[in-house]
């Protein structure tokens, strides 16, 4: 089924996002995962691929796995380091995997790693698959505090405008942990004829592995109330489980309050945070979507 779908079907989407194991690793680990959060009823499993072209090959089989276990899957395609041949044969097995969704990437930037000359930016391909002859529905990424290379969140915005209008029909935010940031962003891709639903891309800190390798990685600002957290709990981790699960959500419940139209988790692959997360916002988005209804 097309996302978009589900979008007009309820007021807020809610999902997960996983990674795939390594190419040697053994799939049983995240096969129990899959089943288990498949169990907590998402709306969608998104399911990320590496930016260099071999890393994308374990995208499709978690794909179907998700959707073996009757959960909507979104694979994520990266083109940074593909060509038009790399990038066509990814889609046809996709398409010939039963898969109806794709969350349409550039990738980072890998040092040394030649760049696509066919595809610059996401919106290329975009272009790209809306011209393929696969009937996929398009996702893609947005910043609410501005892409890291961008020169400043107008310019990011405008950049943004062109990748929706070449065909995509959602978009799943970077992580970040003020939800001001989001609501300015949503306010401002409005004001500039963005006008595609756009899901808040939650990432609860939980583990101190997590916590030094997602704030350097992703560039997001930390508020007062999560650097008390972390140097407070950093090595207890008891404690930073439960604070990083209150915190996150402390942080859905405002965004579903405001109207959001969706949130992705970044679950990093952690059926057990899924499940507290999601039982303490599933009856409020139980509630959100079935006023759908009357
Ligand atoms: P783009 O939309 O191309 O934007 C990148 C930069 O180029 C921005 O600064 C933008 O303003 C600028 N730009 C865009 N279009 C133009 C234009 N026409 N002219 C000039 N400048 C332009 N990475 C992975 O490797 N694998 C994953 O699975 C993955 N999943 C992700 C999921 C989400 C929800 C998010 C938010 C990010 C994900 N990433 C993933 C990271 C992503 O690949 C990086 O953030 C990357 O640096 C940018 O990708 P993009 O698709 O947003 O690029």
């Known amino acids: 089924m097309f996302i978009s779908r589900i979008f007009l079907q309820k007021k807020a989407v809610y999902s997960f996002e996983i990674f795939p194991p390594k190419p040697t690793a053994d799939i049983a680990a995240v096969e129990d995962t899959v089943k288990n959060l498949s169990a907590l009823s998402p709306d969608y499993i998104s399911v990320t691929c590496s930016a260099g072209g071999s890393g994308n090959s374990r995208t499709p089989e978690i794909a179907r796995m998700v959707k073996r276990f009757g959960v909507e899957p979104l694979?994520?395609?990266t083109c940074i380091n593909s060509d038009r041949a790399a990038v066509s044969a990814s889609?046809?097995?996709?398409?010939?995997?039963?898969?109806?969704?794709?969350?349409?990437?550039?990738?980072?930037?890998?040092?040394?790693?030649?760049?696509?000359?066919?595809?610059?930016?996401?919106?290329?391909?975009?272009?790209?698959?809306r011209n393929s002859g696969h009937d996929f529905d398009i996702a893609a990424a947005c910043y609410p505090e501005g892409h890291p290379e961008s020169p400043d969140i107008f310019t990011d915005i405008r950049n943004l405008k062109k990748k929706v209008d070449a065909g995509v029909s959602h978009l799943n935010t970077q992580l970040f942990f003020d939800n001001d940031d989001f609501f300015r962003f949503r306010d401002m891709i409005s004001l500039a004829g963005v006008d595609v639903p756009v899901q808040a891309g939650i990432m609860p800190l939980v583990k101190k592995s997590h916590v030094d390798r997602i704030i350097s990685l992703s560039g997001a600002k930390i508020p007062a109330k999560i650097s008390r957290m972390i140097s407070r709990f950093y090595d207890k981790p008891d404690s930073l489980l439960e604070a990083g699960i209150a915190y996150a959500v402390d942080q859905i419940v405002d965004l579903l309050s405001?109207?959001?139209?969706g949130v992705h988790l970044y679950?990093?692959?952690?059926?057990y945070v899924a499940r507290r997360i999601t039982e303490s916002v599933a009856p409020i988005l139980r509630?959100?979507?079935?006023?759908?209804d009357n």
């Open 75 to 77: 694979a994520h395609l």
């Open 287 to 292: 509630e959100i979507n079935g006023a759908d």
């Open 258 to 261: 405001a109207g959001a139209r």
């Open 91 to 129: 889609l046809q097995e996709l398409a010939e995997s039963g898969i109806d969704n794709v969350l349409a990437l550039r990738g980072d930037r890998i040092e040394g790693a030649k760049e696509s000359e066919e595809f610059r930016h996401a919106s290329d391909l975009v272009t790209f698959i």
């Open 267 to 271: 679950v990093m692959n952690n059926a």
